[in-house]
C-alpha cells in the first residue's frame, strides 16, 4: 500500500524470487559445507601425501570461489533488489528490525571473502599450517553468517514473542531457530558432496578419482540422511498454526511433501550409487544430475517452508501481499484504492462502469500479482478462477483467509472487491454471468367441483415449498422426492374427516419425467392425513418445468371418484453450482452437469483430503447424516444441512438473500403471500450465517465446532441451535394468537419438532391441517402463479386462503360466524 507496484503478468507470481532465491541459498549452503569440505580434503592430501588429490582440492578451490563469490554474491544482491520491488513492506520490517543482525552477516561475509581469497592465492606462498588455519577462519566466518541469517529467515515463519514484544532477540532466537540452524547445517554438508560430485569426476587418477568420489558420496550421503531426521525436529518446533497447515491442513504442502521425498531418495540412490557401485565411472553429465536432485531437495524444502508460512511473509503480522495484518479492517473501511499511496489518479474519485475494470486490473497488481501470473508458470490465476462467473469469483473473495486460510483475505470496500472480480471473471478469463431463467408455469385443466351438489372436498398441498435436487450419474446431493399430503372432507355442517373405506392415488401431469408418476397415498393415523412419497423431475418433454401438476383423487370401495384435487408440486434442479464450479446447466436451463460436479468433487477432495473424484458414484448421505433421506451418515462429520449451509456460509456472508440463498437455491423458491409483501428468506430463517451458525451449533459432530469457530468467529452464544428439516421458523412467532403479523423476524425461534412445522401441524381442533387451507410452504396463498393457486381456485374460484372471504361452505356447507379452527380468521 505504501509503495509502488512491479506490474508483471507472466512472470508474476513469485516467480522471479523462487528462481533467483532457490539457485542463490542451494550455492549459499555449498558455501558453507564446501568450506569444510575444502579443509578437511587439503588435510587429507596432506596426511597421506597424496599429490593428486591436493591437486583436486586446489582445482575444486578454483570452483568453489567462481561459484560462490561470483554467482552467489551476484545472486544475493539479486534477491535484494528482486524482495524490495516484490515485498517492500516485508523487506522494510527486516531491514529496520534487524539492522544490527544485517550489519554483523555483512561483516561475516565480508570475512569470507577476504579469508577466501587468500585460501585460493596463496596455495604456493604460504605454509600448510597457515593456510589451512585460512581454510578454518573461512568456514567459521561461513557458518557464522549462516547462523546470523537463519534467526531472520526464521523469523518470517515463526516470529514467536516478537509479535507482542518487537524485541530484537525474541524475532531472532524464535521458537524454530535452533531445530533449522542444524537442519541448514547438516544441508550445508550435504551440498558439500554434491557439489564434490562435480569435479571429482575430472580426476586423471584412478584411484585418487574413486577416493574422493566415495568421501562426496559419504557427505552426501550422511548428510542427506541427517538433515532428513533434523527435519523432524524442525517440523516438531512449528507452532501450532504453521504445524497444523504443514501437517496436513493444504493440500499444495502435501504436493510439496511428495516432491521433497522423491528428490530425497533420488539424491540418496545417486550418492549410494557412486560410492558403492560405480565410483569410477562416474561421468561428469551423471554427477550433474544428481546434483539437480539436490537442487530438487532443498526446492521442495523451500516451497514447503513456504506453504507453511502462508498466507503470510512474516507470520501473523504481514501478508503475503505486502499488507500488514493490522491495516486490514483500515482498508476494508476506506477502501484499497484510496489507500494505496499509488493509486491511478482516474481511480481515486470512486469506480464507476467506465472504469471498473482498469480498478480490478489495479487491484489485482495490489492484492493478488505477488503470488499470482497472468498466463504464467507460477500460480496461474486463470487455471485456478476459470470456474467462477464473476458473482462467484466474488463470493471467492469474500471468503478468502477463512475457511482455506492459504490466502490472505481481500482488502478493500464492496465494490472494490466485484471490480477485481469481474475483472478476473471476464477481463481475464471471458466468463460472463448467466441467468437461470424460470419458465412461465404454463396453462392447466382445473380438477372438477360443484360446490352445490358436490358430497366431498378433497384437499391437498405438497410438504416443502420447493424440493430441490441435485444428481448426476455420478454424484448424489438430494435425489429427485417430493411428498404430497391430502386430506378428504365430507361436506356437512359439521364436516368430517373421512380415512376408512376410501382409496387416495396420485398421477403426475402428463410428460413429468420420473421415477413413480402414478400411485397411492397412505393413511397416517399419527397425523391424521394421506401421505405419499414420489420422485418428479422438473422436465417435461425436455423442457425445464419446476411446477409439475399432481392430480390426487378419492375413490370409494367401488371406485367411484369421491373427489379429485390438482396441486402444484414444486421440485427444481435448478442450483446455481455452476457460478463456483464451472460447467454449464445440464440440459433445458437446469441440472448440474458432469463438469460441475467434477469440480464438485475435486473441491472436496482438496479441502478436506477425501478421494472422491476417483469413486464411481457418490452420494453425500453416505457419510453426511440428513433427515430427508433418512440417512444416519457418520457420527464424527456435521449433518449434510450443517456442512452444507456451513462451507458456504463463508463465501456468502454479508449478502442479501437474493445473492445468498437463492444463489444456490432455485430462482422461484419464494412464490407465496410473503414474497409479495416483500419478505425474503432472511425474514424467517435468518441471515446466510445464521442460518449456518444455528444448524452446526445443533450439531454434535465434532467437525462442526470447528467450522462454527469460521462461520462465526465473534462467538454463537446467541444463536439458538436447530436440527435440519424439523426445526423451522414458527409461523406464530410473527403471528401472534394467528392475528396480523407483528415482526417481520422469525429467524432464532424454531418448532420443537417435526410435528409442529406448518406443513404437519393441525388446527385448534387437532383435525384440518394448517396447509389444507393456507397451502403448501414458501407458496401460501394466494400465490403468485396459476399453479400454485389450483386448489382455491378450483374450490372457490379465487386465490385465497380456503374458507376466507365468506367461502366457509367449501366444507361447512352453511357460512359460519364463529372461527373455528383458530383464532383470528378471516370469515368475511
Request: aromatic share 10%.
Amino acid at each position: 500500500m505504501e509503495y509502488p507496484i512491479w506490474q508483471l503478468t507472466t512472470l508474476g507470481g513469485g516467480f522471479w524470487i523462487a528462481l533467483i532465491a532457490t539457485l542463490h541459498v542451494y550455492v549459499a549452503h555449498f558455501a558453507v559445507g564446501g568450506g569444510l569440505f575444502l579443509v578437511l580434503s587439503e588435510r587429507a592430501a596432506y596426511r597421506t601425501n597424496n599429490i593428486d588429490l591436493l591437486n583436486y582440492t586446489r582445482k575444486h578451490s578454483r570452483f568453489f570461489l567462481l561459484l560462490t563469490m561470483a554467482f552467489g554474491a551476484v545472486s544475493g544482491v539479486a534477491i535484494w533488489f528482486t524482495i524490495a520491488l516484490l515485498a517492500p513492506e516485508a523487506t522494510i520490517t527486516l531491514i529496520h528490525q534487524f539492522v544490527f543482525g544485517w550489519a554483523a552477516e555483512w561483516v561475516c561475509f565480508l570475512g569470507e571473502i577476504v579469508a577466501l581469497l587468500i585460501y585460493y592465492y596463496t596455495w604456493d606462498t604460504m605454509d600448510r599450517r597457515d593456510h589451512m588455519t585460512v581454510g578454518w577462519l573461512y568456514f567459521l566466518f561461513g557458518w557464522l553468517s549462516l547462523f546470523l541469517i537463519n534467526g531472520i529467515i526464521g523469523f518470517m515463519l515463526t516470529p514467536g514473542d516478537w509479535i507482542r514484544t518487537k524485541d530484537f532477540w525474541d524475532g531472532f532466537f524464535n521458537p524454530t531457530f535452533w531445530p533449522q540452524l542444524v537442519f541448514r547445517t547438516l544441508f550445508s554438508a550435504a551440498c558439500a558432496g554434491l557439489f564434490g560430485f562435480v569435479t571429482a569426476t575430472r580426476i586423471a587418477d584412478d584411484a585418487t578419482r574413486v577416493r574422493a568420489v566415495r568421501a562426496c558420496a559419504l557427505w552426501t550421503v550422511l548428510g542427506v540422511l541427517a538433515t532428513i531426521a533434523s527435519g523432524w525436529w524442525y517440523v516438531a518446533a512449528l507452532p501450532d498454526a504453521q504445524h497444523q497447515l504443514f501437517a496436513g491442513g493444504s493440500h499444495r504442502v502435501a504436493g510439496f511433501l511428495q516432491w521433497f521425498w522423491l528428490f530425497g531418495i533420488l539424491t540418496l540412490i545417486g550418492g549410494l550409487g557412486f560410492g558403492l557401485k560405480m565410483p569410477k565411472n562416474v561421468s561428469f553429465p551423471l554427477a550433474l544430475v544428481v546434483l539437480a536432485a539436490g537442487l530438487g531437495l532443498f526446492g521442495s524444502f523451500e516451497f514447503l517452508r513456504e506453504a507453511a508460512r502462508k498466507p503470510y511473509l512474516i507470520w501473523d503480522y504481514t501478508y503475503s501481499n505486502s499488507i500488514q495484518k493490522a491495516m486490514i479492517p483500515v482498508i476494508d473501511q476506506n477502501g484499497a484504492l484510496a489507500s494505496a499511496k499509488w493509486t491511478p489518479p482516474g481511480l481515486r474519485d470512486g469506480i464507476t462502469d467506465e472504469n471498473r475494470m482498469e480498478a480490478g486490473r489495479f487491484l489485482f497488481q495490489l492484492e493478488c500479482a505477488a503470488c499470482h501470473s497472468i498466463g504464467g508458470p507460477m500460480n496461474e490465476i486463470g487455471k485456478r478462477t476459470k470456474m467462477y462467473d464473476a458473482d462467484g469469483l466474488e463470493a471467492l473473495l469474500t471468503g478468502l483467509g477463512k475457511l482455506n486460510r492459504y490466502m490472505p483475505p481481500f482488502a478493500g470496500d464492496d465494490a472494490e472487491k466485484h471490480a477485481l472480480a469481474v475483472y478476473i471473471a471476464e477481463g481475464l478469463n471471458g466468463r460472463k454471468a448467466t441467468t437461470a431463467d424460470v419458465p412461465e408455469p404454463g396453462v392447466f385443466d382445473p380438477a372438477p367441483f360443484n360446490a352445490e351438489s358436490d358430497e366431498y372436498a378433497l384437499v391437498a398441498w405438497a410438504a416443502s415449498g420447493m424440493q430441490f435436487y441435485a444428481a448426476s450419474g455420478k454424484w448424489t446431493l438430494l435425489p429427485p422426492q417430493a411428498v404430497i399430503r391430502a386430506q378428504l372432507v365430507k361436506r356437512d355442517s359439521l364436516p368430517e374427516l373421512v380415512n376408512a373405506g376410501v382409496t387416495l392415488s396420485y398421477e403426475l401431469e402428463p410428460g413429468t419425467e420420473g421415477d413413480s408418476p402414478t400411485g397411492k397415498l397412505a393413511w397416517r393415523e399419527d397425523a391424521g392425513r394421506f401421505e405419499a412419497r414420489l420422485a418428479p423431475q422438473a422436465c417435461q418433454a425436455g423442457e425445464f418445468q419446476p411446477l409439475p401438476m399432481v392430480t390426487v383423487t378419492a375413490r370409494d370401495d367401488q371406485d367411484t371418484v369421491l373427489a379429485t384435487a390438482r396441486v402444484a408440486l414444486p421440485v427444481s434442479n435448478q442450483l446455481a453450482c455452476r457460478s463456483c464450479h464451472g460447467g454449464e446447466w445440464a440440459r433445458a436451463g437446469s441440472g448440474v452437469s458432469d463438469a460441475t460436479v467434477a469440480e464438485i468433487l475435486a473441491t472436496h477432495d482438496r479441502m478436506n483430503r477425501t478421494d472422491l473424484a476417483s469413486r464411481a458414484s457418490v452420494a453425500c448421505a453416505d457419510c453426511h447424516a440428513d433427515a430427508a433421506q433418512d440417512a444416519a451418515g457418520l457420527p464424527q462429520l456435521p449433518s449434510l444441512s450443517a456442512a452444507i449451509h456451513g462451507a458456504h456460509a463463508v463465501y456468502l456472508a454479508g449478502r442479501d438473500a437474493d445473492r445468498s440463498c437463492l444463489a444456490c437455491h432455485p430462482k422461484n423458491t419464494l412464490r407465496g403471500r410473503h414474497d409479495e409483501a416483500g419478505l425474503t428468506c432472511v425474514n424467517c430463517h435468518g441471515s446466510m450465517t445464521g442460518v449456518a451458525s444455528a444448524l452446526l451449533k445443533g450439531d454434535g459432530a465434532p467437525g462442526s465446532a470447528a467450522l462454527l469457530a469460521v462461520v462465526a468467529p465473534s462467538g454463537a452464544d446467541k444463536v439458538a441451535p436447530r436440527q435440519p428439516w424439523t426445526m423451522e421458523p414458527d409461523c406464530l412467532t410473527c403471528h401472534e394468537e394467528f392475528g396480523a403479523p407483528g415482526s417481520d423476524d422469525a429467524s432464532g425461534r424454531w418448532t420443537k419438532d417435526a410435528a409442529g412445522l406448518f406443513s404437519s401441524r393441525r388446527d385448534d381442533l387437532g383435525a384440518v391441517a394448517c396447509a389444507a387451507c393456507h397451502g403448501s410452504p414458501h407458496a401460501v396463498h394466494p400465490a403468485a402463479n396459476d399453479r400454485d393457486n389450483a386448489l382455491p381456485m378450483q374450490l372457490m374460484g379465487e386465490a385465497a386462503t380456503l374458507g376466507a372471504n365468506g367461502h366457509c361452505p367449501v366444507c361447512h356447507v352453511d357460512a359460519m360466524d364463529d372461527p373455528a379452527h383458530h383464532a383470528g380468521m378471516g370469515l368475511n
